[in-house]
């Protein structure tokens, strides 16, 4: 069973489009993440939640609208895709127990 | 913003040699943590350091905390073509909350070479 899974693994859309990643994790964690990682590999934070809330935003535009309908689902829309949101989004599930992050296999934007 | 300085950001070496790879910053974290990322998947945890000082090994992998927590190194031994991969190191923020938020460095993509 995968612990983390993210679809679609690719995506390619033209600018001013709107699309969505969804995540998912079997874990039963209560906190999850969406990271991006640039074409240099840099993985940068976006968003967390704990039990469906924000706790962590930071400086997004706010095209990204974050949302978790439940604690093991993390769903990313963005809006007006822009050339700059092409990257990998990855989606992680937290851990407090084993203090580790578990990340999804990431989803590959590409904005044309 | 805690900010971490990952070098080298590449290493191309060949079978068998020693490497090792640098994580600094000058913040304190409570934790630091290192990955590997392979093509087309995420990020993996190898091991989490939380004391000031602390070595931990993986096989062929020897981690190190700085005593002040504001530090860390990777060193991998002999290495072999299967250590090939993106090495992440990530730090916990001292005093923050406990939903494990972490500040990745720039990352080390290592090639080792048959």
């Known amino acids: 069973d995968t612990a983390v899974s993210q679809t679609p693994k690719y995506l390619v859309t033209q600018m001013g489009n709107d699309k969505s990643i969804k995540c998912e994790q079997n874990?039963?964690?209560?906190?999850m993440y969406w990271y991006k990682q640039d074409s240099k590999k840099f993985l940068k934070i976006m968003f967390s939640?704990?039990?469906?809330?924000?706790?962590i935003n930071e400086t997004v535009p706010n095209r990204f609208s974050p949302k978790s309908p439940d604690k093991a689902h993390l769903n990313l829309h963005i809006n007006s895709l822009e050339l700059g949101d092409s990257a990998v989004y990855f989606c992680?599930?937290?851990?407090?127990?084993?203090?580790?992050?578990?990340f999804g296999p990431g989803t590959r934007l590409t904005v044309t | 913003t805690q900010l971490l300085e990952q070098s080298p950001q590449f290493l191309s070496i060949q079978e068998g040699e020693n490497l090792t790879v640098y994580c600094n910053s000058s913040?304190?974290?409570?934790?630091l943590q290192w990955y590997r990322q392979e093509p087309g998947e995420g990020p993996v945890l190898l091991v989490t350091?939380?004391?000031?000082?602390e070595v931990k090994k993986l096989k062929r992998l020897t981690f190190q905390f700085g005593d002040a927590r504001k530090d860390s190194s990777l060193h991998i031994t002999a290495a072999q073509p299967g250590d090939t991969g993106l090495y992440l190191c990530?730090?916990?923020?001292?005093?923050?909350?406990?939903?494990?938020?972490?500040?990745f460095g720039q990352g080390t993509i290592l090639t080792v070479h048959p």
């Open positions: 992680a599930s937290y851990s407090s127990l084993g203090d580790e992050q578990y």
């Open positions: 874990l039963g964690h209560d906190t």
């Open positions: 939640y704990n039990n469906k809330e924000l706790i």
């Open positions: 913040s304190v974290f409570s934790s």
């Open positions: 350091v939380v004391t000031g000082g």
């Open positions: 990530a730090g916990v923020e001292a005093g923050g909350t406990s939903y494990g938020k972490l500040t």
